[in-house]
């Protein structure tokens, strides 16, 4: 059983950075999809960043140019790096990993999910 556990989150001032990440325990990633999806209060869970087991990346637009997804499989992470942070990016930030199914932003397509790190950002 694969178990996610995101880290990283915090305050920030608007134009700051953050870097998430996103550890796995109980398997290797070596062959999962992995996704950030974020959840701002009131509001449907949005997928922000996804990367394939052959490091193909996708992003929302809001997050081209700013966001960076990348992995790890040594280390068992998968990392978001967040620069020119705005207070629309204010959320939980979760992680998710799939085996059986591509790199997607969209939550249906993934079977393991975190916790869930609290990421806002003051204007």
């Known amino acids: 059983q694969l178990h996610l556990v995101e880290s990283g989150g915090g305050l920030v001032q608007s134009g700051g950075s953050l870097r998430l990440s996103c550890t796995a325990s109980g398997s290797t990633l070596d062959y999962y999809a992995i996704g950030w999806f974020r959840q701002a209060p009131g509001k449907e869970r949005e997928g922000v960043a996804c990367?394939?087991?052959?490091?193909?990346?996708n992003y929302i637009d809001p997050a081209k140019g700013r966001f960076t997804i990348s992995r790890d499989n040594a280390k068992n992470t998968v990392s978001l790096q967040m620069n020119n942070l705005k207070p629309e990016d204010t959320a939980t930030y979760y992680c998710?990993?799939?085996?059986?199914?591509?790199?997607?932003?969209?939550?249906?397509?993934?079977?393991?999910w975190g916790q869930g790190t609290q990421v806002t950002v003051s204007s």
């Open positions: 990367i394939s087991s052959s490091y193909g990346t």
């Open positions: 998710a990993a799939t085996r059986l199914r591509p790199a997607s932003l969209k939550e249906g397509m993934y079977d393991y």
